[in-house]
C-alpha cells in the first residue's frame, strides 16, 4: 500500500476550494449564526406564536425586496415602493368589500404600481433625474392622490379571499409564502436563465460598456422599475389582507426596510451585483432582528439606528472598494 500525500498545490486547491464555499455562503453561515445568538439572547423569539407572526412578515416586505434588487442591479433606487403598496392597499378597500371585486383590484393595483413605476424609469433615463428624487417624487404626489381620494378615513372592506391569502395558515405555513414564491421563481429565471438577466447585470455594472455592445440600457432600466412598481402593488394587496383596516401609511417605512434588507443580502448598490437568494436571506436577517429587538424590550428607535447604521456602512464599503480599484 503507498500513503497518499497531499501536495502543495493540491492543498492550496482545497483551501480556495474552501473559502469559495465560505464566500458563497457567508450570508447564510451568518443568518444560521444569528439565529443561535437571538435564540440564546431571547429564547422566546422561537416560540410558535412568534415564528408564525414572523413568517408573516416575510412575504410582504419580501416581495418588495425584489422589486427593490432589480432597480439597485442597475444603480437605481426606488422610494416609492411604500406608497405604491398603500395606494394598492387603498385600492383594495375601494369597493365592496366582496371576492367579485378582485376582478377589477388586481387589475387596477398591478396597473398603478405599473405605471408609478413606468414613470419612474421615464424620469430617471429619460430626463437624467437622479433616482432618488425621481422616486421621491412620486412617493409624494401618490401620497397627496391617496389623501384627496380617502380624506384620510380608514376602510375595512377587504376581500375575504384577500384576509386569507395575508393573514391566513395552511398546515403551519402562511398563505401569502406563495405569492412570494412564484414571484421569487420568476425573478431568478429573468435573472439567471434569461438573456435580459445577463443585460440588467451588464448595465448595472458598466452602462457606458453595455451601450457599446449594443444594449439598449434605458430600456432595462425602465423595465427594472416597472417591475419594483408591479411588485410593490403585489405586496400592498397582500399587507391590505394582513392588516385588514388600511389607512393612507399601510406600508409605511417599507422604502427604508427593502433598501436595508437588499444591503444586507449583499446586493451591492454600486449595481451589477446580487442575486435573489440572498436577497430573501436579507429580508430573514432584518425581520430577525427586529423582531429580537422587540422581544428583549430594547426601545423601537434601536431598529431605526440599525438600519441607518447598515447603509451607511454599505456606502462606505463601496467607497472603500472604489479606491481599492482605482
Known sequence: MTATTLTPSGSQDTMATVKHALRENSLLLATLLLLGLAGA?????????????????????????????????????????????????????????????????????????????????????????????????????????????????????????????????????????????CIAAFSYVLLHKSSFGRRMYLVGGSPNAARLVGIAVSRVTITAYVLSGVFAAVSGIILSGYVSVVDNWVGKNFELDSIVAAVMGGIALSGGRGGVRDALLGVAILVLLSNAVVIVGLPIHVQLVMKGFIIVAAAALYVAKSKVRA
Open 41 to 181: 439572547i431571547a429564547p422566546a423569539i422561537f416560540k410558535a406564536e412568534n415564528l408564525a407572526n414572523m413568517a408573516l412578515q416575510f412575504a410582504p416586505l419580501g416581495i418588495v425586496v425584489l422589486g427593490q434588487m432589480l432597480v439597485i442591479l442597475v444603480r437605481g433606487l426606488d422610494l416609492s415602493v411604500s406608497s405604491v403598496m398603500a395606494t394598492s392597499a387603498v385600492i383594495a378597500t375601494s369597493f365592496s368589500g366582496n371576492n367579485a371585486d378582485l376582478v377589477w383590484i388586481v387589475p387596477l393595483a398591478l396597473g398603478t404600481g405599473a405605471l408609478v413605476g413606468l414613470a419612474n424609469g421615464l424620469l430617471v433615463t429619460q430626463r437624467n433625474v437622479s433616482p432618488f428624487l425621481a422616486t421621491l417624487a412620486t412617493m409624494i404626489m401618490l401620497q397627496g392622490a391617496r389623501n384627496a381620494w380617502t380624506q384620510g378615513a380608514p376602510s375595512g372592506n377587504v376581500p375575504p379571499l384577500l384576509r386569507v391569502i395575508g393573514a391566513g395558515m395552511t398546515q403551519g405555513l402562511p398563505n401569502n409564502l406563495l405569492p412570494l414564491l
